[in-house]
C-alpha cells in the first residue's frame, strides 16, 4: 500500500520521491535558506508517526535509511522503529543496511555509499477483529524514505482529537542518546499530555533562525514551547549584545500567527561543561582516542565579561526576555530547565557523553516536563 500524506503525523512536509516519500520537519522554501547541519537533521524525522486504525495484527513496512557520521568518530546505532497500539509500545526494530554517509572532519570530503529498501515485519501482539489506533515512530537519528506499507487487515488514516504540540529545541529534545523513536523526552511528554506532538528539535541547530520562527508562525498549534540556549552556547553563534534580540525577534515572528496560542520558554538544562565556559564544543580527543564519543567547552571562562556566552548568561537574559513580554502579554510563561534537569540529578542520572541524556534521563525528562507544564497544576494545564 502506498504512503500517503494522510498517514503521516508530525512532518511538516511530505516529499515525493521516485519510490516513496520522505517526511520532513522544515518545508521546502525553508529548507533552501538552512546550512547543511540542519538541511542533515531536520529529514530525521524525530516524532514524526505513520498513524492508522485497523484490526490488523501483522504490518509490514517497507524503508530506505541514510545515516550520517564522521570519520574517526564511533558510529552510532541505527535509529529504531517503535510501534504503539493504543499508545503502548508493542514492537521496535532497526533496518540492517542503510545509505552511509561520511564526512572526514580533517578534509571535508563527503563518502556516500548506497542501499535498497528493506522490509520490516512487526507483529502487533493483538488478536485479529478489533480496531485499534496503530503508529509507527520513525527514528530520530536516520533520514527515511517511506516506500510502502501493508498488513494482514485494512487500514485507515486516524488523528486523534487532541491538542497540537509544536515544540522547538536542540539535539535533546530531536533525541540524542534516546534509546528509540517513541521514548525521546518530547515523545513521553506528549504521550502523557494528552497532545499532538511535531517536533522541531533540530541537533545542533536551534540557533534561533528567522526562517525557523515563521514555520512555526504558519503550523497549526495549541501549544508552542521554544527551548533554546545550548545551542547558541556551543556554536559560539552570537554575543550577549544580539542574543535576547533576536530571542524577542523570534518570538515576534511566531506572535504574528499566534498572537494567544500559550508559548512557553525554557530555559537550557544544567551542563556542566557549558555553565560557565563558553563555546565552542568539540569533540573530547582522548575520549575518540579511547573510541567514546564526548565533548567538551573550548572557551575561555574569563571570556564572558566581554561578551561571550555561557549557560548561566543565558538563563539570565530569558528571564529578561520573558520579564520584559510578559505585561503585553498573558499567554506567555517560562519554565526553568534546571527544573527538568539540574546539577542535582548529575549523580543519579550522569549525562554519558558530558552534554546528552541517557535513555532513563529521556523518560524522566518527559515525565517531568508533562507534570510541570501539562499536569494539574502546571504552566499550561488546559492542553490536556
Known amino acids: 500500500m502506498e504512503i500517503t500524506a494522510e498517514l503521516v503525523r508530525g512532518a511538516v512536509e511530505i516529499e515525493r520521491t521516485e519510490t516513496g516519500v520522505r517526511p520532513h520537519r522544515l518545508p521546502e522554501w525553508a529548507r533552501r535558506q538552512a546550512d547543511a547541519q540542519l538541511e542533515l537533521v531536520e529529514a530525521q524525522p524525530a516524532g514524526v508517526r505513520i498513524g492508522f486504525r485497523s484490526a490488523a495484527t501483522r504490518v509490514t513496512l517497507a524503508a530506505r535509511a541514510e ?3 564522521y570519520v574517526g568518530v564511533p558510529l552510532r546505532a541505527p535509529g529504531v522503529f517503535d510501534v504503539l497500539v493504543d499508545g503502548e509500545l508493542v514492537a521496535s526494530a532497526s533496518l540492517s543496511s542503510a545509505v552511509q554517509i561520511l564526512r572526514d572532519l580533517t578534509t571535508g570530503e563527503i563518502t556516500r555509499s548506497e542501499a535498497e529498501p528493506e522490509e520490516l515485519t512487526f507483529e502487533l501482539g493483538v488478536s485479529g477483529g478489533v480496531e485499534r489506533m496503530v503508529e509507527i515512530w520513525l527514528p530520530y537519528s536516520e533520514s527515511v524514505e517511506l516506500i ?3 498488513a494482514d487487515e485494512p487500514l485507515a488514516p486516524a488523528h486523534r482529537p487532541a491538542p497540537t504540540w509544536v515544540h522547538y529545541g536542540s539535539s535533546i529534545s530531536q533525541g540524542s542518546n534516546a534509546a528509540s523513536a517513541a521514548t525521546i523526552w518530547t515523545a513521553v511528554a506528549a504521550r502523557l499530555g494528552g497532545v499532538e506532538l511535531t517536533n522541531l528539535g533540530f541537533g545542533g541547530s536551534a540557533l534561533l533562525d528567522p526562517f525557523v520562527a515563521r514555520t512555526i508562525r504558519d503550523l497549526p498549534a495549541d501549544l508552542i514551547s521554544v527551548k533554546v ?7 559560539d553563534l ?3 549584545r544580539a542574543f535576547a534580540p533576536a530571542l524577542h525577534g523570534f518570538l515576534d515572528v511566531i506572535r504574528d500567527g499566534h498572537p494567544d496560542t500559550p508559548l512557553l520558554l525554557v530555559t537550557p538544562l544544567w551542563s556542566p561543561i557549558f555553565e560557565h565556559t563558553p563555546g565552542p564544543g568539540a569533540f573530547d580527543p582522548d575520549a575518540l582516542s579511547r573510541g567514546e ?14 561578551g561571550k556566552l555561557d549557560l548561566a548568561t543565558i ?16 499567554n506567555l510563561f517560562q519554565l526553568d530547565g534546571m527544573a527538568l534537569y539540574g546539577a542535582s540529578d548529575a549523580q ?3 549525562l554519558p557523553d558530558d552534554l546528552h541524556p541517557d535513555a532513563a534521563t529521556h523518560r524522566l525528562l518527559g515525565e517531568r516536563f508533562a507534570e510541570e507544564v501539562f499536569g494539574v497544576e502546571g504552566a499550561i494545564p488546559t492542553t490536556r
Open 348 to 350: 543519579s542520572h550522569p
Open 148 to 150: 510502502s506499507i501493508d
Open 229 to 235: 540556549g545550548i545551542n547558541i552556547v556551543n556554536a
Open 67 to 69: 545515516r550520517f557520521g
Open 293 to 306: 564519543t564526548r565533548f567538551v567547552a573550548a572557551g575561555d571562562p574569563a571570556e564572558v565579561r566581554s
Open 238 to 240: 552570537m554575543r550577549r
Open 315 to 330: 538563563r539570565a537574559d530569558i528571564d529578561r526576555v520573558v520579564h520584559d513580554r510578559s505585561a503585553s502579554d498573558p
